[in-house]
């Protein structure tokens, strides 16, 4: 009991941590993380998405771990487009220069989607498919939206 207090404390900690943290960073350094997030929340909505569309067996153990990790994940990239990061010397990046023209329409539709990540894992936990492919259906909606506008294929 005591352990999960400590890593409790120690992850909200970290979170908090996190804004402070980005405006400390390099953009080289921001672009890297926002990167790796981003992998992150595409290797984890893959796994859903790939179930959802019977490309990947359903599983529901596997499902309820990417769908819980997912929340967390989508709430760090925000905090790595800052000022500088939209084109940063010898560093690939997919962000269009749009972001930082629309910051308001851009922040608008990252919340969206933090919205529909949010209720995926009451859809994993539900054990219907049908509120899980929707919801499933939902995030995906949402990320295609940001990444038609903002995003260089």
Known sequence: MMKAAIAALALVATASAVPALAQQLKPEDQVHLRQSTMALIGYNFGTLAAMAQGKRPFDKAEAQRAADILPKLAALPGRFFGEGTSEVPNVKTRAKPEIWMNMDDFKKKLEHMQHEVAMLP????????GTFKKQVG????????????????
Request: charged content about 35%.
């Open 122 to 129: 009451q859809a994993v936990a539900s054990g219907d498919m």
């Open 138 to 153: 939902e995030t995906g909606k949402a990320c295609k939206s940001c990444h038609e506008d903002y995003k260089f294929k």
